[in-house]
């Protein structure tokens, strides 16, 4: 059966956040990754992923630039991956803005606590006025 892209989105943060738990050991392999997450390959995941990743400097900078008395580094590993996933779709996709904040901010109820869930919010909007 084929998952929805809300279904998609949060295995694309749990193959992000597991990515950031092992990225400096040099112990991960990616596809890997993504295969043990994933039942049948796919293109939504890949590119959200590899986006991710491709584009975590930038990505980093951009959250870093609205996060007040914080940064990304500093919040927990699973917000970090919600809110670069977010931000990569908000720039480099044709997904609808209010479409990724409310993804985010579902992920972040169900993953994150209320704080976080505000500051994601609050980052995402910010550069949705930019």
């Known amino acids: 059966m084929a998952k929805t892209r809300s279904e998609l989105r949060e295995k694309c943060m ?32 890949r590119d959200i992923v590899y986006g991710v990743i491709t584009h975590i400097d930038e990505i980093d900078k951009l959250a870093n630039t609205y996060m007040k008395d914080w940064d990304i580094e500093r919040i ?10 977010a931000i990569f779709e908000i720039k480099y996709t044709q997904t609808p803005e209010i479409v990724v904040i409310n993804e985010a901010i579902v ?24």
Do not use: P
């Open 14 to 45: 749990i193959i992000l956040y597991q990515w950031s738990l092992f990225k400096d050991k040099g112990k991960v392999v990616l596809d890997d990754i993504i295969k043990d997450n994933l039942e049948v390959d796919n293109d939504f995941v």
């Open 107 to 130: 992920l972040a109820k169900k993953y994150s606590d209320d704080s976080l869930k505000g500051i994601i919010n609050a980052v995402l909007d910010k550069i949705i006025k930019e």
């Open 76 to 85: 927990d590993k699973t917000g970090a991956a919600i809110l670069r996933m």
